[in-house]
DNA sequence: TTGTACGCGTTATCAT
DNA sequence: ATGATAACGCGTACAA
C-alpha cells in the first residue's frame, strides 16, 4: 500500500513532510524546531514543504512525548459576570501571546463542578492551574494540583494569611479591605453615620467586606453596630422585595456587596421613590464598566479585574517555565468616587 | 526497580491499577470502560484500585489512540462584553454536562489571530469548533476545519442567504433584522418620525441592523433617509464627541448598534441636559442585563444570547456524533419596550 | 549534519 | 473472560 491509499484528505503527518522534503523523520522534526544543528538550507526545505501539504502537529502525540501540553486550565466561578468576564479576557489574551491556550470551566461555585474542573485539567495534563475565587479551600486545591503550578486568583481571604504580611507566593490578592476602608471613609467624611452593608449569599469575600465595613467604622468612633441586609445570590435579578426591606428601615448609606446588587438596588429603590444620593448614599464594589454609566453613576470601590488575570496567566506561565512559584502579589483597590455618593464631584464629570 | 522507585508522587498509570488489581493492562482498560465483556466482580475490583490509587487516565495518550479528545473549540471576538460571556458561559456549560471540555480563544475580530485560533484548534485536535461571529468570512472557515465538525453562530449576516429561506445546517442565527423590524415599528407607533441609527465599527452585522432600519421606515412610508451617525468601535468608552455630534441636530429617536453603545450614549446625553425619552427616544440591542437597570431603563432589541451559546455546543455535540451537520436553527428577537421610548410602560415596570 | 530506533500511555485486534 | 501485542504521531538519545 503506497501512494494510493489518500482517501478523502488524510492528515498530513512529520513524516509525509520529511518524504516531501526527502529527509528523515527526525530531521524534519528538528527543522520544524529550528534545532541549530541543521543546515539552514534543510531547514528551510522543510519548513517549505511543511507549509505546502499544510503540516499541522498533532498536539497529542507531541506531549505525550513531551510531557507539556501548553495549555492551562482556568476555573471560575462564572464566564457571565464582568468581572469574571474581564479576568477570563485577560488571562486567555496573556497566555495566547505567550503562546498557551486555555481550558475554561466554570465552576458554579459548586464543590462538585469544581472538582470535576480539576480532574479534566488532570486528565488534559494543563501545564499549569488558575484557580479564580473558589469555593474549594487552598488546602484541598493544593493537594488535588501540584502546587508548584497553580496560582490562586483570590480576593482578600478568611482562609489565607491577611494582605498585610507578605505576599503568599503564588497567590493574587486583592486588597478588597483596604478599598472597603477607603470607601467608607469617604462616606464618613462625607458626613454619612448610619451606614449599612448589604450581603451577597455566605462567600468569605462577603465577610471580608462586611467586617472592613465594621471595623473601619468602628476605627473613625462610630459605635453603633452596622446595619446588615441579606441578599441570596441572584438577588441583583430579582431586588425588589430587598429594596422595600431596605426602605422600612432606611439608613444613610448602602455599601453593597458587589456593583451588580448596588445597580439593582438602586434601580429597585427608585421605583419606591427614593432618591440617590439625595436619601441615601450607594457605594457598589468591582467597579464593572455599567457603574460609570448609571443614573446617578455609581459610586464604587474598583478592583482591577484585568490586571489579575492578566497577573495569573504570568505567574502561572513563569511558574510552569521555572518550576517554582513566584511571588506573590497584592493588587490594589480604591473606590472611585461618583454620584450615588454625596461629597463626590458635580455631575458631568467622569 | 521494583516498588522503591517511587520519587515524588509519580503519576499514576493504568497499568498501576492493572498491577494492583492483578489484572492485565487490557482487562484494566476495559473495565475502565465497563466493557461488558468483562466480569462484573473484576470490573469492580478494577475500579476501586483505580480509586484507591487515584488514577487519572492520560488524555494524550487516549486520543492519539481513539482520534478524539472529547474537547470543543470555541472562538468568539471577545470574553469581555456580556453578550459574548453569555454565549460562551451556556457554550461551556452544556458541553461540560455532555462530557466535552471547551478551549476558548477571543479573535479580538482580527484576522490574523482568528487563523492562529483555528490552527491551535487543530493542533490541539478539538472534535469541533464553534464560531461566533466571526471576521473570517465562512468560506475560509469551512475550508480551513472540517465543515462537518463546525457550527457558525451568526448574527444575521449579509454573506449567509437570508433568514427568510431555509435554515442553513450548522449554522445558528438570529434573526436581527426582524428584531430591528419590531423595535422601528414600536418607534413609528408610538409617533416617533425622525429615526437616525447610530452604527458602530464596520462589521456587517451593522450594515444588517442599519439595513432593517431603513427598510422599515420606507415599509411604513416614511420617505426620508434615515440619518446616520457613526461611532468607532470602542465609542462606548469616551461617547462625548459622539453625543455632541447627535444633540447637534438632534433627531426624535436613537437606534443604537447595541446597549453598550445605547447606555453610554445616554449617559453622554445627561450631560448635555438632553433628557431621555423627553427630548430624544433610545432603542439598544442585545438585550443585556444592565439595559434593564438603567435609569431610565432602556428598550432594547434582545437577543437569546445563553441560548445561543447552548444551541451551538448541543448542535457542535450533535455534529460530532453524527458525523454530519443538524439542521439550523433561526432564534427569535424581540423588542423590550421600557422607559427610553414613549410609548412604553409607565415607570415601574419591567 | 543527519538517520535509526525507541518510548510516551492508551485502546483495539487477535489470540487463547 | 482475559492477556499479549501493535499502533496512534511525535521527539530524542544514540549511532553514524
Redesign the pocket.
Known amino acids: 500500500m503506497e501512494l494510493t491509499g489518500d482517501s478523502p484528505r488524510r492528515?498530513i503527518?512529520?513524516?509525509d513532510v520529511a518524504l516531501r522534503a526527502?529527509?528523515?523523520?527526525?530531521?524534519a522534526?528538528?527543522a520544524?524546531?529550528d534545532d541549530p544543528?541543521?543546515?539552514l538550507?534543510?531547514r528551510l526545505s522543510v519548513k517549505a514543504a511543511a507549509a505546502e501539504l499544510q503540516?499541522v502537529?498533532?498536539a497529542a502525540?507531541?506531549s505525550?512525548?513531551?510531557r507539556r501540553t501548553r495549555t492551562l486550565g482556568l476555573l471560575l466561578p462564572d464566564l457571565r459576570d464582568p468581572v469574571h468576564g474581564q479576568v477570563a479576557s485577560a488571562f486567555e489574551q496573556e497566555a495566547r501571546q505567550q503562546g498557551y491556550s486555555v481550558m475554561v470551566v466554570a465552576g458554579e461555585r459548586d464543590v462538585v463542578r469544581e472538582r470535576l474542573a480539576l480532574r479534566i485539567f488532570a486528565e488534559h495534563g494543563t501545564d499549569g492551574v488558575a484557580i479564580v475565587s473558589s469555593v474549594l479551600a487552598p488546602r484541598e486545591l493544593r493537594e488535588r494540583v501540584d502546587p508548584a503550578r497553580l496560582i490562586l486568583v483570590w480576593p482578600d481571604h478568611r482562609s489565607l494569611p491577611r494582605h498585610d504580611g507578605p505576599p503568599i507566593p503564588g497567590v493574587i490578592q486583592t486588597d478588597d479591605a483596604g478599598g472597603v476602608r477607603a470607601a467608607v471613609t469617604h462616606l464618613v467624611d462625607s458626613g454619612y453615620r448610619r451606614i449599612a452593608y448589604v450581603e451577597s449569599g455566605v462567600r468569605d469575600s462577603n465577610s471580608t467586606r462586611a467586617e472592613a465595613v465594621a471595623a473601619t467604622l468602628r476605627s473613625r468612633g462610630i459605635r453603633a453596630p452596622v446595619r446588615r441586609f441579606f441578599a441570596a445570590v441572584d438577588a441583583w435579578r430579582a431586588p425588589a422585595y430587598l429594596a422595600e426591606q431596605i426602605a422600612a428601615d432606611l439608613p444613610e448609606a448602602l455599601v453593597c456587596y458587589d456593583d451588580q446588587l448596588a445597580l439593582a438596588l438602586m434601580n429597585a429603590l427608585r421605583d419606591l421613590g427614593i432618591r440617590v444620593p439625595e436619601d441615601v448614599g450607594i457605594v457598589g464594589f468591582d467597579g464593572i464598566p455599567y457603574a460609570a454609566m448609571s443614573n446617578p453613576r455609581l459610586t464604587t470601590v474598583a478592583v482591577p479585574s484585568a490586571e489579575m488575570g492578566r497577573a495569573a496567566a504570568a505567574s502561572l506561565i513563569r511558574a510552569v517555565r521555572d518550576g517554582a512559584l513566584p511571588e506573590g502579589v497584592v493588587l490594589p483597590v480604591g473606590v472611585v468616587v461618583r454620584e450615588s455618593t454625596r461629597g463626590g464631584p458635580p455631575p458631568g464629570g467622569d
Chains 1, 2 share one sequence.
Do not use: W
Open positions: 492528515r503527518l512529520l513524516k526527502s529527509v528523515s523523520g527526525s530531521t522534526s528538528r520544524l524546531a544543528r541543521i543546515s538550507a534543510t503540516y502537529p498533532n502525540a507531541r505525550l512525548r513531551v
